[in-house]
């Protein structure tokens, strides 16, 4: 089956930039028709879709980032990287990534931005 797995710092730094990565195994991130999402969940908040990478290559994110954010794919290490720029104390929540045919899901990684 499918495994993600999420990886990057734990603490940003307000105005720095904020990379996180999605390891997958058990398929391939260019499989036709799969989609690869980043989330993530602020505390006592809901979940919040942030952008999507497509098997095409193609990109989509939420409008609230604002610009902010990147999604690059890396087909060679079948991972994908989440880039959100200028982070700020409200960028702090779980961060996951998911997908694959089942649309699994990582265990998260908690990212905190400082006042």
């Known amino acids: 089956q499918v495994q993600l797995r999420e990886s990057g710092p734990g603490l940003v730094k307000p105005s720095q930039t904020l990379s996180l990565t999605c390891i997958v195994s058990?398929?391939?991130?260019?499989?036709?028709?799969?989609?690869w999402t980043w989330i993530r969940q602020p505390p006592g908040r809901g979940l919040e879709w942030m952008g999507v990478?497509?098997?095409?290559?193609?990109?989509y994110y939420n409008p609230s980032l604002k610009n902010r954010a990147s999604i690059l794919r890396d087909t060679s290490k079948n991972q994908f990287t989440l880039t959100l720029r200028s982070v700020i104390h409200e960028d702090t929540a779980v961060y996951y990534c998911?997908?694959?045919?089942?649309?699994?899901w990582g265990q998260g990684t908690q990212v905190t931005v400082p006042l």
């Open positions: 998911a997908g694959g045919p089942d649309e699994s």
């Open positions: 058990g398929d391939s991130i260019t499989t036709k028709a799969s989609d």
């Open positions: 990478v497509r098997s095409d290559g193609s990109t």
